[in-house]
């Protein structure tokens, strides 16, 4: 495991060193729309040539192992299932029951997460269904997210806006953009 182990780190270093020399030899010159169309055709570019899709598979497996570690998601889960007993019991009154019983819902499922992160954090298959639960309850409520990350937008999609990024904090089309 550790050979292979140290072929994804070598992949993941070349994909890295790659997409910089990338990123440095774009001209800033070029118009917003010829800038995109040249990143992601060197983007493609790149991740063909680091091998078939054994080895793409390989490197997305390690990534989403090391997203959904232990290290990356179990303070920040905790921090946002400390204030749900909270926010629930505050807004009750506010919200229409279907949205209680989701953001209830989306609540227990952090708690389980958390007890995997606390028992058996390497239970990857089960990290990845209750993750997958989760997303499906939306997102947090927009409180709570404001009051452990102030300043994070998210959009009607669930994902961060990224406007602050951009010249003049809007996308070229007016819309705030998003990661993906």
């Not at 080895?55 to 989403?64: K, L």
């Not at 409180?143 to 990024?165: C, K, N, T």
């Amino acid at each position: 495991t550790s050979t292979n182990d140290g072929h994804v780190s070598q992949t993941l270093e070349k994909l890295a060193e790659q997409t910089n020399k990338s990123l440095e030899g774009l001209d800033a010159a070029i118009d917003e729309d010829a800038l995109g169309e040249k990143l992601v055709e060197s983007l493609v570019k790149q991740f063909e040539e680091l091998g078939g899709a054994q080895d793409m598979q390989s490197i997305m497996d390690t990534m989403m192992h090391q997203l959904l570690s232990k290290e990356v998601l179990h303070e920040p889960m905790k921090e946002i299932g400390e204030k749900y007993p909270q926010w629930l019991e505050s807004n009750e009154s506010k919200l229409s029951k279907e949205d209680y019983l989701r953001y209830s819902r989306q609540y227990e499922l952090i708690k389980q997460l958390c007890h995997v992160y606390e028992v058996n954090p390497g239970d990857f298959p089960k990290i990845v269904d209750l993750m997958q639960n989760m997303q499906e309850c939306g997102q947090p409520p927009s409180d709570i997210v404001q009051e452990l990350a102030p300043g994070l937008e998210l959009g009607e999609d669930g994902l961060p806006l990224l406007s602050e990024l951009l010249p003049g904090g809007e996308h070229r089309d007016g819309q705030n953009c998003g990661i993906m």
